[in-house]
Structures are given as C-alpha cells and as structure tokens.
C-alpha cells in the first residue's frame, strides 16, 4: 500500500475542523498553556515557505503540551489593517476591505495545508469592528488616564480632577508635559471649561500635541521610524521628511523605568532585551541650564532664554566649548541672528529630508551651522558658541548638548571641523577621548571644587554647585520617546473623537464601534487632510449618539470628528488578551477568562519587532494592569525569536550599457550589472531557461545572451526570501509535491529554531522517503501489518532512547535534532523487523506532533476512533535503556578477532574462563598457551600470546 499523502492529509484536515478539534475552553481541571505566534499580516502575495517556519515550531509545542496533559489555547487571527492594502486601493480604487479579505482567504487556505492545530473558533481580525470596538475603548481608558509618580501607576483622571478642585497642581507629582504653570484650587475653579481641558491634556495617557515626525509626502502619511529604511519609505521607496504636526501621541515615556525593571522578570533572549533596554535608553547625570546671552542687535539687558541640556557627566562641564542644538529646537528661531539666518534657514531645510534613523546611523558626516548666538557658561560666565547639527536630534533628551571635544569624539571631531577652539582642562595631559571618559582617572578640572575628586564624587560635587547657582539638578532621563499615535491614512481604527471648540471628545464606550465611513478616493484631500477629510457623513450627532452628514455640522449638538487613524501597532498591542474571550461583547476580556490564561506561555516570532510591538504591547498591559483590567503586567512569559529561511536567489549578467547578458564563466572578461530573476527559471544544474524568461518580463524580449556550452548559468546568491528577490518557494507546491508533514519536518530539520538557514527544494526529499519508509514499518506490502506480538529488548531500548531524546528536544526547543531521532528510530525498527502493537503504537504519539497527518492515519488503522492528539505522550522508561549485557571485542595481541556477548555483571575471572573456552579462541591460539589474558570488564578482552 502506497503512502498516499495527499489523501491522507485532506481527510484529517477535514476531519479536525468538523470535530473542533482543537477547540479550547475557558475552564478546565487540565493545568492551562497558552502559545501564540506572532499577529500575521494578510499580505496578497501569500505565504512563502519562510514563513511556516515559526508556525511549524509553536504547533510541535502546542501539540506536544496537549499529550502533556495541558488545556491549550493555540489561536491564530490576522493584522489587518496596514497600509500595503490601501496603497493598492490608491492604485486600483478597490476598497481596502475587499482586498483584505481575499487575502485573509488566501493566508487560510495555506495555513490549513500545512495542518496547523489552531483554534480557529477565537479568530479575530484587526479590522473587524467588533474587534476595534475595543482598540477604541482602550484608547479611550488612555485617554481618562494620568500617571501618577507617587504611587508609580496609572489612575484615573477623575482623581487628578479633585485634587485640583481641593489643592491646584502645586504637589501633584505627575507624568506630564514640561510646560506646567503652577496653580491654586482657586484658580482652577476659575478657569472656565476649555482651559481645564487644555491643563487636562497636558496629563493624560493619551494627548494631542504638536510633534516632529516623519512624513511622506507620496504616501500622504506619518511613518514610524522602523517604516523607514536607509532614508525613505519601506513601502514604495518614497522621500521621507521631517515635519512639524498635531498629533495624538502615547505617553510611553510614563512607563519607562518600569518596562526595563521587567525584563528581569520574563524568559526572553538576552539579544532582544538588550534591544529594549538601549531603546529605553536609562542614564542618570544631571540637567543643566545655559543662560542665552543677548543678541549683538538687541540693545543689551537679559535674553530671558535658557537651554537645557542633560548630560551623563556634569563634571566635564568645565571642558565645554561651544553648544549644539538639533535644527528642529524651538530656540533656533528665536536665537539666530540676522547674518546667520539665510544658512540657519537652508540648514534646517535640508535636515528635513533625512530621517531619524538616518541621522542616528550616520557617525561620519560632519555637518551644522553656527546661530550667531551665544551662552554663559555657568560658572565661568565666558560665552559659548550656539551651533545646530543634525547629530543632535530634537525628539531625545533635550534637543541640545553641551558639547565636550575633550571627553567626546564626535563633538572632538565638529570643533576640529568647524575649527572651533578646544579648551585643554587637563595639566600635562594630551586631549583625548580616552583621557576625560575614563571612570578610573582623576578629574582634573580648572576649578577649585572638581579638582583632584574621582569620578563618582565629582560627579555629585558638580550637580551640588549646580543646584548651588539654581542652574542645575541631578536627573534620570530616558531616550524612549512617546508614541505618535495618529496616521493620515484611511485604513486604520478610527478615533473615537470628536471635537468641540477645538477640544477632543470622546464618544461614549456604550456608542462603540465607531465605524470607519465610506470615502470616494483613498488619498488626502487636495487640502492636505487625511482620507477620511473626503467623507460626506463623519460628524457625531451627540442627541442622537450617531454618525451623520458633515453638512449638519453646527457646533452646538453636531460637530466634526477626528480625521486620522490610529497606527498598525494599535490592533496588535492586546490582541493576545482579546484571544481569550474574543466572542465576548460587554468586556475586552472576562475576568473568568484572564484569570484563567493569565497570559502567554510561549510567543514566538521575529525579532524585528523587539523595539516596536513587543515594547507598545507591554506598554499597554501594563497600563491595563494598573487600571485592574488584567491580573499580571507583562503578557508574554516566554518568548522565542526564530531565524529565517533563506533563499537562494538566481543573477544574470548584463554588459553595462547593453541588453546583453553573459553566463557566470564569462563574466569577468566584462563590466557587469547584477539582475535577479525569478527562480522558478533555473533548474538544479543552475541551468537558465532563456525562452522562459523572455515570456518573464518584457525587457528581455529581445535580450542577447552570450553562452558557456550551450548553457546560461546564473550566479546563485543566498539571502533573505522576498518577492523583490524573486526567489520565494510557494509552501502550496512543496505541500502539492511532497506532503505537508514533509513541509513540516523539513522545515525543523533545517537547522536550530533561532538560526537563519537556507532553504534547498531537494533537500526535501531526504524527510520524504523518511516518511515513506515510516509508513513501510507499519505495512506489510499492502497489508497493515501491526501485531500483539511481545516487543524485544532492542525493540524497547529503540522506543525509549527515541521518547527520551524527543522529550527533551522539544522541552529546549531543539527541533531539527528530533528529525534526525525519528530517522534512526524508523531505520533501527526496520531493521529489527519490529511489528509490535507495544511499540508502534506510542512511536507514533511521539511523533505526531512534527507529522501529525500521517500518525493520525496510522493511528486509525491501528483501531483507535479518537484522534491521536488527544492521547497522553508515552513515558520514559530510564530501565529499558540499561545494558545488562556487553558485546566485547576480544583481541589477540591487541589485534580483534571476534567479538562475544557476556552478561556485564560476569566477575574477571568468569570472564577470562569463558573467552578461553570459546572455539574461536581455541581456534586462535592452536594449541598455545597464551602468555596473559587482559580483562577489563565492560571494557575489552585481549589475549597476548
């Protein structure tokens, strides 16, 4: 009987969606485990065979937990909003909608190829109203939220309402904006009503204020800084530039200390905590202000102005020679002088077009312009020269340094740039980086309260004098910035806001969803607003609680509502927690539900993700914690980052200037320009199909190739899979070719979960002919040939060791080693010629997790009318394992004849006699008398003679 895989695979994928398998419930006596992959996005080129790789990994452990014993929550949805599917309703005027669910259809039918065991009755889609319905409500508890110092968590904003009806804000320690005025519970009961929301603002979780971001004028949007990549938009490629705008914002900065503090208290990789605590960006210094000393054409007296700055070592402060603010600082317009102004201008100008990131990564560009402006030195009084550079960035810390080129390299090398001069501190000590950042050195300043001190002290000397002249105080500051939470795209969760004298609204939860409006075009306007500025009926009727015509808008009981979305990242910062009540309609989550889960047992996905969705994600658990929404405060116990596979991309040569490529051996004797094509074009012997790829694309129609052999290889390059490599393998062909239990043990066969590796289509065919030989062991020809008959002691020993192994590859993760476990176990059964029932029956529970279509049907066949992912995993039996006997090699003069089983507790002695007794020995010796007879016993024999 043939191993007919393809049936085989339908027929249990048929039969676990009927009988819900994998169905799991809220309450259970089963001790619960929660794994999750990652949110995937529904993109409309599908999934490569990349992709499955994590999925494949997390379905072994789910699976595995299941025989364990555990309740086990295994859900899977999709991250639907994005802006991937509104470019493409730009381009061809399909809503987004319509795309979205063509490609989630898409992404099932291949996810359900591959015979994940998903509990696909808790899915849930980003774009669903009845799932952003509680995006919307989180946004909104945000919004009536305040962080409060004291008690280090969120509380509500009726609280800090009350204390400034009864106190003003004079004691409130508080997260909030920096420009706070003081005032009194008299004044506050004077202010009138939008002057109370303003102050409100400047507290909430979630505010409205003026931010530098990045947008993209192609895209009409703002972009995060990881949609950015080497200057421009990740999607499309398209100029970005920084700019000025009103946005909704995240006051993540809130949680900062707390989100590195817990991080001591989950199993994650060192590399990705490593990521959020540089990202979180802790350092302990001091602030410090420089008085702006007044313009040369200002008459003279006070500028009134200071700049802060925040520096790691207020010690060095007598080694500062000039300043540098980043171009977007506020103070820059009101400092430049009149004669730096026009360079000032163009400086700022060109700045705009280069992105965060791109600025953070490049260290060796020196640029800046000089303000004309200058500073007092705090203790010495002597001016300070007022430069801006790109280097400094308006959006961390303070905007400005007081620049060191004594103790810092990059400001070393913009005084030497800008021959700017660099006052020597030291006494008899050469300018150096090394000199002023070594911790261990004297400080020797030209001062009398930092000379001769050591770091430490000298450090808290500094911040004393500071604090002394009321220009200083020591300060803990944090790079983690707040969150831009507003996009100017159409395909998004709409805010549930509305807007009265300029003020935000929020719309009643009871009134949720808020839903996105029909819109003809899904561009901005041809005013600049966003897409949702085109709609007719998006105003708020606050009588009637509903959505009506713009045209009714009156601002008394109709007004307008917010025009932008929310991020990508919104959906997917509690989606983890909705899983577990996800039908539920009055509550995000239960109670009974989340006490039960708590939270995820095992995350796995890529740590690509490490600074934006894992650190909002905890944001916004944390914050539900403190609001008692949730029982623990990070909602991922441990978390696996899996490599990637990589493809094999496919070059061909083209002579520069021409339209004529040359195959890999004759490249060299030509100038040459790399193109990949598609690899479904080469076969295995890189042999390129020329006709196939004049069919490919137009440009090589009429293309001209210069031959080797009669042959055109093409170069092979591994590197990341991609469609714009044109080196994706479709999991669909591998599936339709060789099976998805072949996909799925290929794939953990490739290597170690974490590492990257290549992927090679024939490799396949190794686990393939395993898989057939597995399903030989279990048939006789075409006879089904299982019996009752007693295993042996090898059959044992061959079940346990692969229990045993597999056990404890999957507890460490090590799946590519449990291949390998399978494949000597099936080899050693064969040829034992194993057909136990004792045996073949618990093999197959071992293995169904890794290949669960083919042990379902052979679980079948052995009887069983339940599925066999419902059955307990075999134990380990250590007894099975131990050798009661030892097959020794018995050698003559060191030289192995002949090798004999004895029983290992057989003393020296009855060791030596029964070996002399043997008729080979006799045979050997031929009548001698052997000189000595070495015996070690468990170890060997040898007869010198």
Partial sequence: MNYDFKTIEANWQKYWAENKTFKAENN????????????????????????????????????????????????????????????????????????????????????????????????????????????????????????????????DISDLETIFATEGNGNIQAVCDEDITVFTEVDWNRFSSKEKQSILLKYRLTYLAETEVNWCPELGTVLANDEIVNGVSERGGYPVIRKKMTQWSMRISAYAERLLQGLETID??????????????????????????????????????????FTTRPDTIFGVSFMTLAPEHELVAKITTSAQKEAVDAYIEATAKRSERERMADVKTISGVFTGAYAAHPFTKEPVPIWIGDYVLAGYGTGAVMAVPCGDQRDYDFAKHFNIEIPNIFEGVDISKEAFTDKEKTVIGNSDFLNGLKYKKAVKTAIYELEKLGQGEGKTNYRLRDAVFSRQRYWGEPFPVYYIDGMPQMIDTSHLPLELPE???????????????????????????????????????????????????????????????????????????????????????????????????????????????????????????????????????????????????????????????????????DELNIDALREWQPQFEK??????????????????????????????????????????????????????????????????SFLKKLW?????????????????????????????????????FSFNTSVSTFMIAVNELTAQKCTSRAVLEPLLVVLSPYAPH????????????????????????????????????????????????????????????????????????AGRIPKKVIVVPGRIINIVG
Avoid at 904 to 912: N, P, Q
Wanted: glycine share 8%; aromatic share 12%; net charge negative.
């Fill in 28 to 155: 259970s006596e089963k001790p619960k485990y929660y794994v999750l992959d990652m949110f995937p996005y529904p993109s409309g080129a599908g999934l490569h065979v990349g992709h499955p790789l994590g999925y494949i990994a997390s379905d072994i452990y789910a699976r595995y937990k299941r025989h364990k014993g555990f309740n086990v929550l295994h859900p899977q949805g999709y991250d639907s909003f994005g802006l991937p599917a509104e470019q493409y309703a730009i381009q061809t005027g399909q809503h987004p909608a319509i795309t979205t669910k063509e490609n989630i259809a898409r992404y099932r039918e291949q996810l359900d190829k591959i015979g994940f065991s998903f509990d696909w009755s808790r899915e849930v889609r980003t774009s669903d109203p009845d799932y952003y319905k509680w995006t919307q409500w989180i946004f909104i508890q945000l919004f009536n939220s305040w962080y409060d110092i004291l008690t280090d968590k969120a509380r």
């Fill in 268 to 309: 994650w990789t060192d590399s990705l905590k490593e990521s959020q605590r540089n990202w979180i960006g802790k350092s302990v210094g001091a602030s410090v202000t420089f008085n702006v000393l007044p313009l040369e054409e200002d008459l003279g007296g006070d500028s009134g102005l200071g700049i802060e700055v």
């Fill in 519 to 685: 819109v003809e075009k899904y561009l901005p306007t041809e005013t600049g607003e966003p897409p949702l500025g085109r709609a007719d009926d998006w105003a708020w009727d606050t009588s009637k609680n509903e959505v009506v015509s713009n045209d009714l808008i009156d601002h008394k009981t109709v007004f307008p509502l917010e025009l932008n979305t929310m991020p990508g990242w919104a959906g997917s910062s509690f989606y983890f927690n909705r899983y577990m009540d996800p039908n539920n309609e009055e509550v995000f989550v239960s109670k009974e539900a989340v006490d039960y889960w708590q939270n995820i047992d095992l995350y796995i996905g890529g740590n690509e993700h490490a600074t934006g969705h894992l650190l909002y994600a905890r944001f916004w658990q944390k914050f539900l914690f403190d609001k008692e929404y949730l029982p623990v405060d990070e909602f991922a116990k441990k978390l696996i980052n899996q490599g990637m596979i990589l493809g094999t991309s496919a070059i061909i040569y083209r002579i520069s200037g021409t339209n004529t490529y040359v195959s890999k051996g004759l490249k060299s004797k030509y100038e040459t320009e790399d193109l990949r094509v598609d690899v479904g074009l080469i076969d295995s012997s």
């Fill in 703 to 768: 293309a001209d190739f210069e031959l080797e052999d009669g042959k055109y290889i093409v170069g092979r390059e591994v590197e990341k899979m991609s469609k714009r490599w044109f080196n994706v393998v479709n999991p669909d062909e591998i599936v339709e070719q060789y099976g998805a239990d072949s996909l799925r043990l290929y794939e953990m066969f490739l290597g170690p979960l974490e590492q990257s590796k290549p992927w090679n289509t024939a490799g396949i065919t190794g686990v393939h």
């Fill in 776 to 812: 030989k062991l279990y048939h006789n020809g075409d006879v089904f040939n299982v019996t009752n008959v007693e295993p042996t002691k090898d059959n044992l020993k061959t079940l346990h060791k692969t229990i045993k192994k597999v056990e404890e590859d999957i507890e460490n």
């Fill in 854 to 925: 083919i042990a379902e049907e052979l679980w079948s066949k052995l009887g069983h009318t339940t599925s066999i992912a419902t059955m307990t995993f075999p134990e380990f039996d250590a007894s099975h394992l131990v050798e009661s006997s030892k097959n020794y090699p018995v050698s003559f003069n060191g030289k192995t004849k002949f090798t004999m089983e004895l029983p290992l507790d057989m003393s020296k002695e009855d060791i030596e006699s029964a070996v002399m007794a043997h008729e080979k020995t006799q045979q050997q010796l």
